[in-house]
């Protein structure tokens, strides 16, 4: 062999080396999808328009993502041989991973100057990490799932130093249950060093899996979707959903008798056994409670209307509730902490609003927490407001007037409000108890 063809020979072998380099792609918020992503000062806007070019790199490709929050349209892949990485600071140069921010304390965990947020705004799952692929260094939220893995499944590939926050892996049908709120592994899939906290799942409620490693995570305070079905004195059965430590029906009660059998009064607002099904009954205050006494502790120690081992809830049992929803911003309509009526409210049936963040504003964007509130109305002397007021019967008195608390939505509101309607019967406050309202009961 000649000393031409030994030169030549090298330089095939340089540029074979050249052509499977690994290819670097850069994401910031203040990327644009249409640059090359190649440098910080050309990224691109998205992780999945770097995902893109990545999936076709023949030697693989590490993207780098600086801080920041990340809505995600649809669910992204991360492909074999490609890694995505994120945390780099906002003054980041190059690839030095010296420069990186991990997620560390939960005060971090929605510092958008200190984290990398891939927010999915439960409609989907936020991404798959196929074999080969690697994420790491995310946060992962708010994604959502009929199937396994409502954060991330990983089908193969890793997941380290990341926090699964948030995530819902919820199938409404009885025969199939989602799992794995925040991850679910497969497929010999690695879950390493992250934090899994307060996701949701129908089973598993944080990690669930088949094959896989999952190795030196902090999986905590993650919780079922439901706390399974409760049947009345009729034989109704009724969906249930947990929300923060509670556990709600998430269906309106329709119960024409009290657990020991006696019967109760009622008001029917549907017109059919189907409209029932979905609104339930209503029932004035005094039914409702059966007997006993007002009650403002949580719990409120009155079963009144609802079955064995369940309750009338408090006011202070609402507030509870509203406050658990406040902590996390999905549950919030524009940022506001007391804007959770939209995430309390049925994605079905409201009278439409134009006021922004009312719960008939955009329906689709209802029932972030499940509890399925449906727009009922009220009954006094007639059935009044069907599809625009929710009116929750609660334990509770308010006021000098000792009238009597309703949880209260409303179609063109933005909040769970509090009502204690006067009577104008000639009873005054005290016969605010023939408002009749529905039911919703809460596990013992």
Same mark, same amino acid.
């Given at each position: 062999m000649n000393k031409r063809t030994i030169i030549w020979i090298m330089l095939l072998m340089g540029w074979g080396m050249l052509a499977q380099a690994q290819a670097h792609l850069f994401v910031a918020t203040t990327g644009d999808d249409s640059s090359n992503g190649l440098t910080w000062e050309t990224a691109k806007l998205t992780l999945a328009s770097a995902l893109t070019i990545a999936q076709n790199a023949t030697g693989g490709a590490v993207i780098h993502v600086k801080v920041g929050l990340y809505a995600m349209p649809a669910e992204v892949t991360v492909y074999p041989n490609v890694t995505?990485?994120?945390?780099?600071?906002?003054? !980041?140069t190059g690839t030095d991973q010296t420069q990186r921010l991990y997620p560390g304390t939960n005060s971090n965990w929605t510092n958008t100057s200190k984290v990398t947020i891939l927010d999915g705004g439960y409609t989907h799952r936020v991404a798959t990490v196929s074999a080969g692929g690697r994420l790491e260094g995310c946060i992962v939220k708010h994604g959502r799932t009929s199937g396994n893995g409502a954060g991330v499944l990983i089908d193969g590939g890793t997941v380290s130093h990341c926090v699964l926050l948030n995530n819902l892996a919820y199938n409404?049908?009885?025969?199939? =249950?989602?799992?794995g709120g925040g991850a679910y592994v497969q497929n010999n899939g690695k879950l390493l060093n992250c934090v899994v906290s307060y996701n949701r799942a129908d089973n598993g409620f944080g990690v669930a899996g088949t094959t896989g490693d999952v190795v030196n995570n902090t999986i905590t305070q993650n919780s079922g979707t439901h706390c399974g079905t409760v049947a009345d004195y009729d034989g109704n059965l009724y969906e249930t959903v947990v929300i923060g430590e509670q556990c709600w029906m998430r269906e309106n009660l329709r119960t024409t008798h009290y657990a020991d059998g006696i019967s109760?009064?009622?008001?029917?607002?549907?017109? !059919?056994?189907?409209?029932?099904?979905?609104?339930?009954?209503l029932y004035a205050w005094t039914n409702a409670m059966h007997g006993s006494g007002q009650s403002n502790t949580n719990p409120s120690g009155v079963q009144g209307v609802c079955p064995n081992g369940w309750h009338l809830p408090s006011k202070a049992e609402f507030e509870q509730l509203v406050t658990f929803l406040s902590y996390d911003d999905e549950n919030c309509c524009g940022g506001n902490a007391t804007y959770v009526a939209k995430s309390l409210a049925s994605t079905l049936y409201w009278v439409s609003s134009t006021t922004g963040c009312a719960v008939g504003n955009d329906l689709s964007a209802n029932n972030r927490s499940l509890f399925n509130a449906q727009p009922t109305g009220y009954y006094y002397y007639g059935y009044a407001y069907m599809y625009t007021y929710s009116y929750f019967v609660t334990s509770t008195q308010t006021g000098s007037h000792q009238a009597y608390t309703y949880a209260v939505l409303n179609s063109n509101g933005q909040t769970l409000s509090y009502d204690a309607?006067?009577?104008?019967?000639?009873?005054?406050? =005290?016969?605010?108890?023939?408002?009749?309202? !529905?039911?919703?009961?809460v596990k013992d």
């Open positions: 995505v990485i994120g945390g780099y600071a906002a003054g !980041s409404t049908a009885d025969t199939t =249950q989602a799992k109760v009064s009622y008001y029917n607002p549907g017109t !059919s056994a189907a409209e029932t099904r979905i609104f339930g009954l309607p006067e009577d104008h019967s000639g009873y005054g406050w =005290q016969g605010n108890r023939n408002y009749a309202g !529905s039911v919703r009961c």
